[in-house]
């Protein structure tokens, strides 16, 4: 049913507001300071004290600065813990840099296959313009850094450093998803027209001007380096003429499958395994599986993995109810419905349904704040540098863990019996428009 809006409403909303003098209160605070300033509830943020009582040590954070690369920082620092904790370096960093560049590569071969897949379908089915809105972006997924580890190795951040491209993705994603689009035309066209040699020929042509933009971007990657360091004692380590692959193989412990991505989104069905197959970023790699289930199996398994001292990876929508600059997540730290005199109730199931929420964005988490049996705040180590929160690391309380996180990537040996059974059964792949996507 339609409705025109009249001068005549608009004179009873003006009346309506004037004869309530908080309104204007409101109004001067919000006009003045910005609605987050006028909203803010210091209370909430007192309590959020950065007192844990499970911590483990961590020193530097690193910088994503403006990339949307935190899932990549988030997987290696909760390695880079892992190498810490072995060889007793604590500020060793793995390069953001080198696995970023090879995911550019990857990402255009699998975008090459499913617009391949789809080519009889028309330009404006769902799926295929989900594929040509976004060919390549920065974010990502736990097992795409898993599949890049694996397939490419590490390399330690002084062998292939940052550069300009990789800390300011937004200009070359801009030219390489215009290329990328372009490319798709022609091999649909060659696809429908059954030219499959053509398609081959123009596959390996695309996949090669592909890499010489990401190289002239981001530098070629390394193929040898010198693993050289000091430890927290002091002592001088050098291991000569590695490849990225054969420091990965000796150095770490391969026990990536026995990681589980938990996910809680209550719009799906709970205790069962999902995939996205959409969001894989290297063909034949690892898949982008989540097991979707309670919350309270997350925070249960999340405690049990950082009492081992394992720190864990963790996605959520970072933009709610968060001061960025002080480094606080608390889900009740602004009173915007205060502020408006209204009352917002959309609950977690809803805000995923209606796209008013989703994981936005991945960070590493080292401790929790555990009182009477039950968490009351979590410490995060974020990738924003350490000019914001406390030397760039945030605190999070429990509620807002309930209602803005959706995933932790914990062990099989932290999850109950029934879960685990679940995570090494059949997935059941979602379309590339769903919420948990």
């Known amino acids: ?36 300033k006028a909203s803010f509830n210091e209370k909430a943020a007192r309590e959020l004290n950065r007192t844990f009582s499970i911590e483990i040590p961590t020193d530097n954070v690193t910088d994503q600065k403006q990339s949307g690369r935190c899932w990549l920082f988030a997987a290696l ?8 904790k072995k060889y007793k370096a604590k500020n060793f960093i793995f390069s953001q840099s080198y696995l970023f560049f090879w995911d550019r590569i990857e ?64 200009a070359f994603n801009q030219a390489l998803n215009m290329k990328l689009r372009e490319d ?28 010489r933009m990401a190289t002239i971007a981001f530098g070629e990657p390394v193929h040898k380096f010198d693993l050289e360091f000091k430890d927290d004692e002091g002592k001088y380590h050098i291991d000569q003429d590695l490849t990225p ?3 990965f193989k000796e150095y770490f412990t391969d026990d990536l499958d026995d990681y589980v991505v938990l996910f809680n989104a209550p719009d799906h069905e709970y205790d069962k395994l999902y995939s996205l197959p959409f969001e894989d970023n290297v063909e034949n790699g690892t898949p982008v ?53 209204i009352e917002t109730k959309l609950s977690k199931k809803e805000r995923l349904e209606t796209g008013a929420s989703g994981s936005t964005h991945a960070m590493t988490m080292v401790g929790v704040d555990v009182v009477a049996g039950k968490p009351r705040q979590w410490k995060i180590e974020n990738s924003w540098g ?14 807002w863990f309930d209602e803005y996180l959706f995933k932790v990537v914990v062990k099989k040996k932290y999850l109950p019996k029934k879960l685990v059974e679940i995570a090494e059964g059949e997935a059941t792949p979602v379309p590339c428009w769903d919420s948990m996507g």
């Open 245 to 247: 692959q054969t420091f």
């Open 289 to 341: 599986e989540f097991l979707n289930t309670k919350i309270e199996n997350l925070k249960e398994a999340a405690i049990k993995q950082l009492k081992a001292g394992e720190t864990f990876w963790f996605g959520c929508d970072v933009g709610k109810q968060s001061d960025r600059q002080k480094g606080l997540l608390a889900a009740d730290l602004y009173a915007t419905d205060t502020v408006f005199d």
């Open 386 to 399: 350490s000019k914001v929160g406390e030397k760039g690391y945030f605190v999070m309380d429990d509620k």
């Open 184 to 211: 798709a035309i022609v091999l649909r066209k060659l696809a429908q027209d059954g030219h499959d040699g053509e398609v081959e020929v123009k596959r390996q042509e695309f996949l090669s001007e592909v890499y």
């Open 77 to 84: 620092n909760v390695l880079r813990h892992e190498f810490a």
């Open 107 to 170: 990402r255009a071969n699998i975008f090459f296959n499913h617009i391949l897949e789809t080519a009889a379908k028309p330009l404006d089915d769902r799926t295929v313009h989900y594929y040509m809105q976004a060919p390549d972006t920065d974010g990502g997924q736990w097992h795409m850094a898993v599949s890049l580890i694996r397939k490419y190795g590490l390399v330690p951040a002084y062998a292939q450093a940052e550069s300009f491209t990789a800390n300011n993705t937004a």
């Open 1 to 36: 049913m339609s409705h025109e809006l009249t001068f005549a409403e608009i004179a009873g909303f003006q009346k309506d507001y004037r004869q309530h003098k908080q309104n204007k209160v409101a109004e001067l605070a919000v006009v003045n300071n910005g609605l987050q």
